[in-house]
């Protein structure tokens, strides 16, 4: 079952997002900003993991530090609903929720954005062959341990009951890595170690 989560994140203003050539960034991924003209065109990063992995955290740092705007995936099908994660689960079940991450992920439209996607996009074949089309996927991979550390309560933390952190991870793992472009070893990290790891991997 999906982690839930359902924090406001500030959007960036339109100077940030046009300034996606900044200084500091290499030729190659001026190049690869500068590409596609449309809506949904591939010049984005798309982060994946488990929950607790970071990519919230990850995205924002990392798209500050581009002159991109942020989009947190969560945040666009709560504003597309009207409603909170968990309301959409405890109104339509897991299934339910599933069905509606996978469509409006797959209708999502970004351009020059770092995309923080929920931890079981992976689950919507539509889903990530689209945001596979949109931009880069990066895997931001932790250890289960690391993982459990940081999720704390399974309950609180909204995993469902009858499946345990552990099945859940392992269950997605494989996904996670089928779908990633790049696959980031997080583990004993700080985030500024992570977001410079990510822009050197894609110069």
Request: proline share 2%; hydrophobic share 40%; with cysteine.
């Amino acid at each position: 079952m999906p982690f839930v989560k359902w924090k406001w994140l500030p959007a960036m203003n339109n100077t940030a997002l046009e300034n996606c050539t900044a200084m500091g960034k290499s030729a190659a991924w001026k190049s690869h900003m500068a590409m596609g003209k449309g809506a949904a065109s591939g010049n984005n990063i798309v982060l994946i993991g488990m929950p607790g992995a970071g990519k919230s955290t990850v995205g924002v740092v990392l798209a500050k530090h581009l002159g991109c705007r942020f989009v947190d995936s969560d945040i666009v099908i709560q504003e597309k609903t009207g409603l909170l994660l968990h309301e959409i689960i405890e109104k339509q079940g897991l299934d339910g929720f599933l069905k509606v991450e996978n469509e409006i992920n797959a209708a999502l439209e970004a351009r020059r954005s770092i995309i923080a996607t929920g931890g079981s996009v992976i689950y919507g074949k539509e889903a990530m062959r689209h945001l596979k089309v949109m931009g880069k996927v990066v895997y931001l991979k932790l250890s289960y341990q690391s993982i459990e550390r940081r999720l704390g309560d399974l309950n609180e933390r909204g995993v469902a009951e009858g499946q345990s952190l552990l099945d859940l991870y392992n269950e997605r793992v494989p996904y996670y890595e089928q779908y990633a472009d790049i696959i980031l070893d997080c583990e004993d990290k700080m985030i500024r170690d992570i977001v410079a790891e990510i822009k050197e991997r894609l110069s």
